[in-house]
């Protein structure tokens, strides 16, 4: 395997077992849709209890109590409220996050050269997932503010299908702040989120590759490296969800009716940095923690079958 390109300078495209070129990030980019698009669905029903918890933590007290009331008021439509615009909203952030990820990577690298990129290669990973997820969040911004605005209206106040929702978020965009209203505490949570979501995935999987699996990566089977992928992502969740935490608050307080019209510094003053911090964090370490891992392991699977091979190492 060369690390050199076609005119022989050292090239971070060409460090892994195929090209970086086109056709490779294009596979990376539909790894992503999958990875993001399935899992985020998948489990909808902790989402609109995570959310409810946040917005009405009186009603909502915990995750068993919360979907035992959603199901008593609402019925199996009311844990799945909100699936269409979480499936097509985190298909497209996972589109631009894991392969504008891979963009901005070889890129970093590319201008930091082969020396320093060796020597700051945590540096590298957190530039290149905070660009991505920069691009992710703005496709994904409209769809968030429809799904938490479905799933956290009472029954019967704001449409629940996916199409009429988007029509009336449209049309009352001078008070939602519809399609962009969000973006802000949005970059907020996410940039923060995907930055410790990629730095402590890819140096877990460092660390199993130099500590445990000491081996060329490459002799390794695939169920093992697949493994690997999952703990690493699994554990990077855990972390990711605390650090993200109190900004997925305020997303979720900006689509409760009675906070129509405030500002993020209004919610968060009235809120409190405690609760904001705390509320629904059980919940949500457990949902981002079998996310990520899932996320992750989706990804280099479908890597890894389009001959790829997975990510990180030594």
Known sequence: MSHLAPTGKWDARYLGPVPHDSAYYAKCMLGGVLACGITHAGITPLDVAKCNMQVNPTKYKGLSSGLATLLREEG??????????TFVGY?????FKYGLYEVFKDQYMNLAGEELSNK?????????????????DIALCPLEMTKVKIQTSPS???????????????????ETRYP??????????????????FFFFEKIVQVFYTRV???????YAKTTQLGVTFASGYLAGVVCA??????????SLMGKPANKGKGIAAIASETGLVALATK????????????????????DSFKASMGLGTTGGK
């Open 242 to 251: 605390i650090v993200s935490h109190p900004a997925d608050s305020v997303v």
């Open 76 to 85: 199996q439509t009311g844990i799945w409220k909100g699936f269409g615009p």
């Open 280 to 299: 629904g964090l059980g919940t949500r370490v457990l949902m981002i923690g079998t996310l990520t891992g899932f996320q992750w392991w989706i990804y």
């Open 213 to 219: 699996f000491t081996e060329p990566k490459e002799s």
């Open 156 to 174: 019967g106040t704001f449409p629940t299908a996916f199409g009429a929702a988007l029509a009336e978020m449209s049309k009352t965009k001078v």
């Open 91 to 95: 298909s497209l952030q996972g589109m």
């Open 180 to 197: 962009f209203g969000s973006l802000v505490p949005l970059w907020s949570r996410q940039i923060p989120y995907t930055m410790a979501k």
């Open 120 to 136: 700051y290669k945590p540096a590298i990973w957190l530039a290149g997932s905070a660009s991505a997820e920069v691009f992710a």
